[in-house]
């Protein structure tokens, strides 16, 4: 069966401190992988979006990147956090049905 | 950018009751329109989803109804149960070619026991 895992499940960070967030997936495979962002009581941002190892695509101009160095495995990342980071971040795979992870919670302070 | 619009924001019905959500979209890339499902600090879980060749989907007790020269669709939960109380959002293709979903905002909903 196809699972999604995502870690750590919660995250307290300083302002400028970097981040590394990692989503793998089991029982598929050359899946689409996503990266959203969840505001507190607001809807999903679309941050990153890949077809494939080593192609992303980003859709929205911030503080973050993404890479895919395994055809399951997705990470987000920071270089240096900034207070307007912090959220629910979820992984997804998936074509027209996505499948998401259980999240991380960041907090930036 | 394209938007998809969700309503009402927050919800509270009645157990045994009827919940309905509403959303309408604009232009799409392809045709598949899923529903979400999210509980507190989990991730959001595909409820049930329609290609717009059928007007109609049910399954159990969740029903989308799809008008698609309205560009418009809706959920609707029969015999609401407290159980059901959860965020749900609606999701509309966006991009072109590359399975992107625009989101609703999300409705937040509450069955009163």
């Known amino acids: 069966s196809q699972t999604i895992h995502q870690w750590p499940a919660t995250l307290v960070q300083p302002v400028g401190s970097p981040l590394s967030l990692e989503c793998t997936v089991e029982g598929t495979s050359n899946p689409n992988l996503y990266w959203y962002r969840q505001a507190a009581g607001r809807g999903l941002q679309l941050l990153f979006y890949?077809?494939?190892?080593?192609?992303i695509s980003s859709e929205v101009p911030q503080n973050l990147s993404a890479s895919r160095p395994q055809d399951r495995q997705f990470i987000l990342s920071s270089k240096k956090l900034l207070l307007s980071d912090s959220g629910f971040y979820l992984c997804a795979f998936g074509r027209d049905e996505q499948f998401f992870g259980p999240g991380t919670r960041l907090t930036v302070l | 950018q394209q938007q998809v619009k969700q309503s009402p924001q927050s919800l509270i019905v009645q157990k045994g009751g009827i919940s309905i959500i509403n959303c309408a979209y604009e232009?799409?890339?392809?045709?598949?329109f899923p529903w979400y499902q999210q509980f507190p600090g989990k991730g959001p879980a595909l409820l049930i989803a329609?290609?717009?060749?059928?007007s109609e989907k049910k399954e159990g007790r969740f029903t989308i109804s799809f008008n698609k020269s309205a560009k418009q669709f809706s959920l609707h939960i029969m015999d609401s149960q407290p159980g059901d109380s959860a965020t749900y959002f609606c999701?509309?293709?966006?991009?072109?070619?590359?399975?992107?979903?625009?989101f609703g905002t999300g409705t937040r909903l509450k069955v009163l026991a």
């Open positions: 999701a509309a293709p966006g991009g072109s070619g590359t399975y992107k979903y625009i």
């Open positions: 232009n799409t890339a392809f045709d598949y």
């Open positions: 890949s077809v494939g190892i080593g192609q």
């Open positions: 329609i290609r717009p060749d059928v």
